[in-house]
């Protein structure tokens, strides 16, 4: 997969503790049924469980590649599921 494409969001170069803002930031940029492919050099997985404390119902995650030395994930912005 291509880390130069558009709706990329590669954050690999970043240091650790901007990872999850810059992400948050990205998503929060999003329409809902628009995505990103988030592109990381770490497991998601703390990741994954803040976009569900911060924007339960909203996020849709696909894991399109899982490791071990890249993850790409594509995440799209959902309507919140009324309560």
């Known amino acids: 997969m291509s880390t130069s494409a558009p709706n990329a969001l590669d954050v690999r170069p970043l240091?650790?503790?901007r990872k999850s803002a810059t992400v948050l930031a990205a998503f929060d940029r999003l329409e809902v049924g628009e995505s990103?492919?988030?592109?990381?050099?770490?497991?998601p997985d703390r990741l994954h469980a803040?976009?569900?404390?911060e924007r339960p119902g909203e996020v849709q995650w696909v894991a399109l590649h899982d490791g071990p030395h890249v993850w790409h994930i594509e995440i799209?912005?959902?309507?919140p599921e009324e309560a």
Do not use: E, I, K, M
């Open 15 to 17: 240091p650790p503790r």
């Open 36 to 43: 990103f492919v988030l592109v990381d050099d770490r497991a």
């Open 50 to 53: 803040h976009f569900d404390s």
């Open 76 to 79: 799209t912005r959902q309507a």
